[in-house]
């Protein structure tokens, strides 16, 4: 039961995700609120690339991001951001939907180079923690980008303040 609410949950918020994605403009691809931040096109990068961890948090007890190789793809253009979101999210859904439930307890964590990144905790808790709150975190910090570009925002639980019926 648990992988059929995380299942609903995954393909809803994959297409908000998608809605907001497909808002980026390519105009809007190098800004940057600032030199500590990522631009638009990193930040949309990082979004697509969050459904590429899936087997590795689903399938694996230690994640070593040491070994991970991070393909973000063209980043120039937002079409090709949101073809990278696309092969992502087909992958992660095989994942989820092959995951076998019953290791949601198993101990999980991340390594770099053979240093703990992310503490031992069960499986289900990363997959709440590192990959559906995660994705959130960063949708947020790209509303805020696309508002801060003066472009819209599509409504994703409901109308936003660019929805003409609000």
Known sequence: MIKQALLGEFLHEAENTRKLLNAIPDSALEWKPSEKNWTTAQLASHIAEVYNWYDGTFNKDVFDMG?????????SKAQTIVEKFEENVAKAHDVLNNWDESTMMNEWRMEMNG????????????????LFNHLYHHRGELIVYLRSTGNKVPGMYGPTADDNSF
Do not use: C, L, W
């Not at 990144?117 to 923690?129: D, E, H, S």
């Open 67 to 75: 070994t991970y190789h991070y393909d973000k793809g063209d980043i």
């Open 115 to 130: 240093n703990v990144a992310f503490p031992p905790m069960p499986k289900i808790q990363i997959i709440r923690a590192f």
